[in-house]
């Protein structure tokens, strides 16, 4: 059976619940409850943080992870932040490995590409070897601004190094089948924190298409299996709505990057998203501009909101498959689906 018939035959033995379910990328809850949600929602996959780690062996999260897969009708993502640097859910406790894993930009100075591509090979083997099947990396961000919020985070040499990392590392994540997320799309530039609160981009169409999307199409051309879109306002693009919620920043990435693979919001628990939306949960309006999952901690009132938005036929039913379609291909490139 190909590839497509598989999907469509999946497709057609799921629930209406299962299918939404399919959608959430939900924070994982702590504790046993972890295990009745997910026999309860059928979640597209978890994102684990620090808290998953800290207290427990490799063993007890693998077990963890297991208890998760147990009850999941179709295998879940299992994904976490580990970026190296400053954003690290996993090495960064002693249990996991003797030596956190470096920022990008000082991999690459001390050790240059093949440091780069090596240290990628080691960050899929610990967190493949735990259950973690996709990592939300890499950071396609570009900014020269030494005090942006991002610049920590970012490669950090030039638009063209950047891409050059960023293809390095997809194309060993997709060798590994370690899932991965271009991040975050479409450039962070040198705007504020969007934990904290609303970000505008001014910045003329010109120099992202120059600068700050070269990276993205690097990692488009690799095969990465996820783009995840940020909060920013990018008012080339649309200055009413923050990407992850913009219907033209979402086209761009489909028609003009030509992208059909996976679109993942940043995370929507952010208070100041809801001042888009007339303080109503977002998740209707981020699967009705383009995206396919859903980053949220209140997942209970975003499964409830988009449930209802397609038994009411706010949301199409063609757009709910055409999503989970999506979706259920990258579990199967990653294997997650025999």
Known sequence: MDVKAKINEIISGMSTEEK??????????????AVEKTKKYQFGGFVMFARDFETFSPDEVRSMIGSYQDVSKIPMIISTDEEGGGVLRVSKFPQFGEQPFKSPSDLFNTEGWEGVESETYRKCKLL????????????????????????????????????????????VMKKE?????????PGYG??????????SDRRPLSEFEEKDLLPFIAGIKAGADSVMVSHNIVECFDKDYPSSLSYPVHEYLRNTLGYDGVIVTDSLTMSAIREFTEGKDPCVRALLCGNDMIITSKYEEGYACVLEAVKNGEVAMEILDKAVERI????INLGLIK
Not at 190 to 199: A, C, P
Not at 328 to 331: F, Q, T
């Open 128 to 171: 493949l070897s735990v259950g973690v099947n996709m990592n939300l990396a890499p950071v396609c961000d570009y900014t020269p601004d030494e005090n942006a919020y991002i610049r920590k985070r970012v490669f950090g040499v030039s638009p063209e190094d950047t891409a050059k990392f960023v293809d390095i590392v997809t194309s």
């Open 190 to 199: 040198g705007n504020s924190d969007t934990h904290k609160g609303m970000s």
């Open 177 to 185: 089948k370690l899932g991965s997320s271009l991040k975050h799309f």
């Open 20 to 33: 939404v379910g399919q959608l959430f990328l939900a924070h994982c809850p702590t504790g046993e409850p």
């Open 328 to 331: 259920l291909n990258m579990k």
